[in-house]
């Protein structure tokens, strides 16, 4: 772990479901001891999460938890107590970071605020996210990924114009903040080093996604203009989507944004007749017409395979792709040469398929290290030998239930 | 390295060279929002980038786009042309006294020009280089031309969004190149924080297409158990139940709303507490009132349960507007937001009460115009935007003779020879 980025960094992780372990994952990935407080009594919502090993849900067997959180370890804790809350903070005084997801308010509940966190650690980098933000009066009203997605205005400009919103696939703010997370708090981990000073950051994953949409909100704030969903159109390229191909359900997305692109289009379709009308020679005239454009590229398309015509039109300069099925993922060469799944061995879950980060360091790679933990799987090496707490005290505290 | 003086943002010492395209802007604009001084490299006459719509006033202006504003604020501005030998030289010597380069050119391109990783540092070892591309710096895909669209369906997205009758669908605002941005972002940092103790730098190589597979939640894991395609499954969520899609968009008296049913320990905040107003306005069916809401575990219902589930909730939803029902849903406790356009995000008062919006100076414009603000808040610095995106080759003159020490003559010549 020496030759890793954040090798020689603790963090007392508090976070569950996605937004708040994704974060964390980068970190441990990179070298980072990251030690997540779970509790039997307030499940991670995420270790009911679908698929599971052998198609048996568990506690211990949940695919989307053993993803989210490879590399990590687990301190079986139950913070409703006492004694829990001192051993939390026994845990924070070597902790460099602390990590939280909760509804604002329930960490100073638990004695476990920035406030109380900075008299045990002064220079304590405290992360707290929420889909709202730490304050505000929306601040504890219960969220989901799934619903920011709509509160923040990508649901409304996904879909089809003539047709209600679909949105996005998933919990997309879930995905889109982590990075944005791991942002500030590697920056806050390097002015700590710079000025001895810790922080309390709060990220709202409402405010980070906006981020994403910010010319839309311009356009509204400059122009008075709203944005609508517009399939997979784009102002200035046409042809601009995805066209049906031979088989089941199988689409090329393709996307000509230039003359010259139009050109070799066209010739990779064999210069058809059609290419050659008038209507459809400048991009003015592909927009103007752009239904009929469609119509006829599909006839085309209809006949082949989305991987041929991929491959065909990328040899003639023009940008297109499979629209690739998670299936495909899995077979893509692509990610097959950048190794982007970590095959890992988990207790429960069995052989499975980890995520690596869509990025390579040259000289200090990201490890996908140990796979998930079992919940108060490490309760013996935090307690022992983090803490240095004798046998007595350990056995004292399983019998309480403090230690799960 | 700057010299260090008042701490403006967490990153104020450093600098970054950022010579990124329309597909890694958004790196340079994080690294300035947390307080570096970025200077965005563009060449004479102007980024390609600025051509990007919206504009201003529907103005088709280069110093008008509103794309650029949105990405580029925080960075200052200077033209350079790194395909002159004059230029490669002035590149490389502002890399002396960089901290981070940003680029997004085509494999291969920065090292035909002298100014790969390897060369940058030999110069400046501490250097730490983002490189953004549609597939990474090497394998079978590492020529293929992708726009957003393209990776974001390469990437598994757009496979998982839409209608199941109609083509599966982007987001009308792409979103591929933003993911790969916040992506870069974090990961030099991350290197950064390595740099600062070791002294060494090193390259980052980011693939975008394996940046949109990053938000793909758990359908990578359906393919890998249980060997399950996730789908398109338009306002229904695929994913949650093994075999069955519940509604989460729905329709309301004027517009649409996001509401998820759960079961289990998250009843309480999502079915429990819209089945009893349903109930108190006469509107629960018995069979919604005789589910066990809080044994129910979504993970393992049919179809035809959700269905059955639906058909009442439906009729409901569609009696009140979207600002009714949220209005409710905070006061009762659920989980229900709105379908919000931009406007509506604008309003918002969650945004308005954590004074979310900045009022940015454009006097190049005689105007202010509102932005988004901060993606953060610290009780050490603050991560909003302290300027307006840069002219072309506003600051010009700051750095090619404040800094690097050309005379007035020296930059007259560049600029004609256009290497600036």
Same mark, same amino acid.
């Given at each position: 772990?020496?030759?890793?980025?954040?090798?020689?960094?603790?963090?007392?992780?508090?976070?569950?479901?996605?937004?708040?372990?994704?974060?964390?994952?980068?970190?441990?990935?990179?070298?980072?001891?990251?030690?997540?407080?779970?509790?039997?009594?307030?499940?991670?919502?995420?270790?009911?999460?679908?698929?599971?090993?052998?198609?048996?849900?568990?506690?211990?067997?949940?695919?989307?938890?053993?993803?989210?959180?490879?590399?990590?370890?687990?301190?079986?804790?139950?913070?409703?107590?006492?004694?829990?809350?001192?051993?939390?903070?026994?845990?924070?005084?070597?902790?460099?970071? #602390?990590?939280?997801?909760?509804?604002?308010?329930?960490?100073?509940?638990?004695?476990?605020?920035?406030?109380?966190?900075?008299?045990?650690?002064?220079?304590?980098?405290?992360?707290?996210?929420?889909?709202?933000?730490?304050?505000?009066?929306?601040? #504890?009203?219960?969220?989901?990924?799934?619903?920011?997605?709509?509160?923040?205005?990508?649901?409304?400009?996904?879909?089809?114009?003539?047709?209600?919103?679909?949105?996005?696939?998933?919990?997309?703010?879930?995905?889109?903040?982590?990075?944005?997370?791991?942002?500030?708090?590697?920056?806050?981990?390097?002015?700590?080093?710079?000025?001895?000073?810790?922080?309390?950051?709060?990220?709202?994953?409402?405010?980070?996604?906006?981020?994403?949409?910010?010319?839309?909100?311009?356009?509204?704030?400059?122009?008075?203009?709203?944005?609508?969903?517009?399939?997979?159109?784009?102002?200035?390229?046409?042809?601009?989507?995805?066209?049906?191909?031979?088989?089941?359900?199988?689409?090329?997305?393709?996307?000509?944004?230039?003359?010259?692109?139009?050109?070799?289009?066209?010739?990779?379709?064999?210069?058809?007749?059609?290419?050659?009308?008038?209507?459809?020679?400048?991009?003015?005239?592909?927009?103007?017409?752009?239904?009929?454009?469609?119509?006829?590229?599909?006839?085309?398309?209809?006949?082949?395979?989305?991987?041929?015509?991929?491959?065909?039109?990328?040899?003639?300069?023009?940008?297109?792709?499979?629209?690739?099925?998670?299936?495909?993922?899995?077979?893509?060469?692509?990610?097959?040469?950048?190794?982007?799944?970590?095959?890992?061995?988990?207790?429960?879950?069995?052989?499975?398929?980890?995520?690596?980060?869509?990025?390579?360091?040259?000289?200090?790679?990201?490890?996908?290290?140990?796979?998930?933990?079992?919940?108060?799987?490490?309760?013996?090496?935090?307690?022992?030998?983090?803490?240095?707490?004798?046998?007595?005290?350990? #056995?004292?505290?399983?019998?309480?239930?403090?230690?799960? | 390295?700057?010299?260090?003086?008042?701490?403006?943002?967490?990153?104020?010492?450093?600098?970054?060279?950022?010579?990124?395209?329309?597909?890694?802007?958004?790196?340079?604009?994080?690294?300035?929002?947390?307080?570096?001084?970025?200077?965005?490299?563009?060449?004479?006459?102007?980024?390609?980038?600025?051509?990007?719509?919206?504009?201003?006033?529907?103005?088709?202006?280069?110093?008008?786009?509103?794309?650029?504003?949105?990405?580029?604020?925080?960075?200052?501005?200077?033209?350079?042309?790194?395909?002159?030998?004059?230029?490669?030289?002035?590149?490389?010597?502002?890399?002396?006294?960089?901290?981070?380069?940003?680029?997004?050119?085509?494999?291969?391109?920065?090292?035909?020009?002298?100014?790969?990783?390897?060369?940058?540092?030999?110069?400046?070892?501490?250097?730490?280089?983002?490189?953004?591309?549609?597939?990474?710096?090497?394998?079978?895909?590492?020529?293929?031309?992708?726009?957003?669209?393209?990776?974001?369906?390469?990437?598994?997205?757009?496979?998982?969004?839409?209608?199941?009758?109609?083509?599966?669908?982007?987001?009308?605002?792409?979103?591929?190149?933003?993911?790969?941005?916040?992506?870069?972002?974090?990961?030099?940092?991350?290197?950064?924080?390595?740099?600062?103790?070791?002294?060494?730098?090193?390259?980052?190589?980011?693939?975008?297409?394996?940046?949109?597979?990053?938000?793909?939640?758990?359908?990578?894991?359906?393919?890998?158990?249980?060997?399950?395609?996730?789908?398109?499954?338009?306002?229904?969520?695929?994913?949650?139940?093994?075999?069955?899609?519940?509604?989460?968009?729905?329709?309301?008296?004027?517009?649409?709303?996001?509401?998820?049913?759960?079961?289990?320990?998250?009843?309480?905040?999502?079915?429990?507490?819209?089945?009893?107003?349903?109930?108190?306005?006469?509107?629960?069916?018995?069979?919604?009132?005789?589910?066990?809401?809080?044994?129910?575990?979504?993970?393992?219902?049919?179809?035809?349960?959700?269905?059955?589930?639906?058909?009442?909730?439906?009729?409901?939803?569609?009696?009140?507007?979207?600002?009714?029902?949220?209005?409710?849903?905070?006061?009762?406790?659920?989980?229900?937001?709105?379908?919000?356009?931009?406007?509506?995000?604008?309003?918002?008062?969650?945004?308005?009460?954590?004074?979310?919006?900045?009022?940015?100076?454009?006097?190049?414009?005689?105007?202010?115009?509102?932005?988004?603000?901060?993606?953060?808040?610290?009780?050490?610095?603050?991560?909003?935007?302290?300027?307006?995106?840069?002219?072309?080759?506003?600051?010009?003159?700051?750095?090619?003779?404040?800094?690097?020490?050309?005379?007035?003559?020296?930059?007259?010549?560049?600029?004609?020879?256009?290497?600036?």
């Amino acid at each position: 772990m020496e030759n890793q980025a954040l090798a020689g960094i603790r963090v007392a992780d508090f976070t569950w479901f996605v937004a708040g372990p994704m974060t964390t994952r980068y970190i441990s990935e990179h070298g980072a001891e990251v030690i997540k407080i779970e509790s039997s009594s307030r499940i991670d919502p995420l270790r009911t999460g679908a698929p599971y090993g052998g198609g048996r849900p568990g506690i211990n067997r949940s695919a989307y938890y053993a993803d989210a959180n490879r590399g990590k370890l687990s301190l079986g804790l139950n913070l409703s107590t006492i004694r829990g809350i001192e051993l939390a903070k026994r845990l924070i005084a070597t902790a460099d970071i #602390v990590t939280e997801n909760f509804t604002p308010g329930t960490m100073e509940k638990w004695g476990l605020g920035y406030d109380e966190l900075r008299k045990i650690k002064p220079d304590i980098i405290m992360f707290s996210t929420s889909q709202q933000g730490q304050t505000g009066p929306l601040a #504890v009203h219960p969220a989901l990924g799934t619903s920011l997605v709509s509160l923040a205005g990508f649901t409304h400009v996904t879909g089809w114009p003539d047709r209600p919103p679909t949105g996005l696939f998933g919990a997309y703010p879930d995905y889109i903040s982590p990075p944005l997370a791991v942002a500030v708090i590697a920056a806050a981990l390097d002015y700590r080093r710079r000025t001895g000073r810790g922080q309390h950051i709060d990220l709202s994953q409402y405010e980070a996604s906006l981020l994403a949409l910010a010319p839309f909100l311009l356009d509204y704030t400059a122009n008075a203009r709203e944005n609508d969903r517009d399939g997979n159109r784009c102002d200035y390229a046409a042809p601009h989507g995805a066209f049906r191909c031979r088989g089941d359900d199988r689409w090329c997305a393709i996307a000509v944004s230039s003359d010259q692109e139009w050109r070799e289009f066209c010739r990779v379709l064999g210069n058809p007749m059609w290419a050659s009308e008038p209507r459809f020679v400048t991009l003015s005239g592909r927009k103007q017409n752009e239904a009929d454009l469609e119509r006829l590229i599909e006839e085309w398309t209809m006949d082949r395979s989305a991987e041929e015509i991929m491959a065909l039109m990328q040899k003639a300069g023009v940008p297109a792709g499979v629209v690739q099925s998670s299936e495909d993922l899995r077979n893509d060469p692509q990610l097959m040469h950048r190794e982007h799944l970590w095959i890992l061995n988990h207790p429960e879950v069995g052989v499975h398929a980890t995520t690596a980060p869509p990025f390579r360091f040259s000289k200090t790679p990201a490890k996908p290290g140990r796979p998930a933990p079992l919940l108060g799987e490490h309760n013996e090496y935090v307690c022992h030998k983090l803490l240095g707490m004798s046998d007595e005290e350990f #056995v004292e505290l399983l019998d309480a239930k403090v230690l799960e | 390295m700057k010299n260090q003086s008042q701490v403006n943002g967490l990153l104020e010492p450093f600098r970054v060279l950022d010579i990124a395209g329309a597909e890694a802007l958004v790196c340079g604009k994080i690294l300035g929002d947390l307080g570096a001084d970025v200077i965005k490299v563009e060449r004479p006459g102007g980024d390609r980038a600025r051509n990007i719509g919206p504009f201003y006033h529907d103005i088709p202006d280069p110093q008008k786009s509103l794309f650029w504003f949105a990405f580029n604020n925080n960075k200052r501005g200077i033209t350079l042309d790194i395909e002159t030998l004059d230029g490669q030289c002035l590149f490389r010597r502002l890399v002396e006294t960089a901290d981070f380069v940003v680029e997004s050119f085509a494999p291969g391109y920065m090292d035909k020009l002298g100014l790969g990783y390897a060369l940058l540092s030999a110069i400046n070892p501490r250097i730490i280089m983002a490189s953004i591309t549609p597939f990474g710096q090497s394998g079978p895909y590492m020529d293929y031309k992708a726009n957003d669209l393209v990776a974001w369906a390469m990437g598994g997205q757009t496979y998982l969004s839409g209608d199941p009758d109609r083509p599966p669908v982007q987001v009308t605002f792409p979103q591929a190149h933003v993911n790969a941005s916040a992506q870069a972002a974090a990961a030099v940092l991350i290197a950064h924080y390595r740099r600062e103790i070791s002294g060494m730098g090193q390259h980052v190589d980011v693939s975008i297409q394996e940046s949109v597979t990053y938000t793909l939640m758990n359908a990578q894991q359906y393919w890998d158990i249980p060997k399950i395609i996730l789908k398109r499954s338009g306002c229904y969520r695929a994913g949650h139940a093994q075999g069955a899609m519940m509604r989460t968009v729905w329709q309301c008296r004027d517009g649409y709303v996001n509401l998820t049913i759960l079961g289990g320990t998250i009843a309480r905040l999502t079915i429990m507490p819209l089945v009893k107003w349903m109930k108190e306005q006469g509107a629960a069916d018995e069979f919604l009132l005789s589910v066990d809401w809080a044994n129910l575990d979504t993970h393992i219902v049919t179809q035809e349960f959700f269905d059955r589930i639906e058909e009442p909730v439906a009729k409901f939803l569609l009696l009140y507007t979207k600002a009714e029902l949220y209005a409710e849903a905070i006061k009762r406790s659920f989980i229900l937001y709105p379908v919000n356009s931009a406007g509506e995000v604008l309003a918002d008062r969650q945004l308005a009460a954590r004074d979310f919006w900045e009022h940015v100076d454009h006097s190049e414009l005689g105007v202010q115009i509102v932005y988004p603000g901060a993606f953060f808040k610290s009780t050490e610095a603050n991560g909003g935007i302290r300027f307006r995106a840069p002219l072309i080759g506003e600051h010009n003159l700051d750095i090619y003779e404040g800094e690097l020490g050309l005379t007035p003559k020296q930059v007259a010549s560049m600029k004609q020879a256009n290497v600036i």
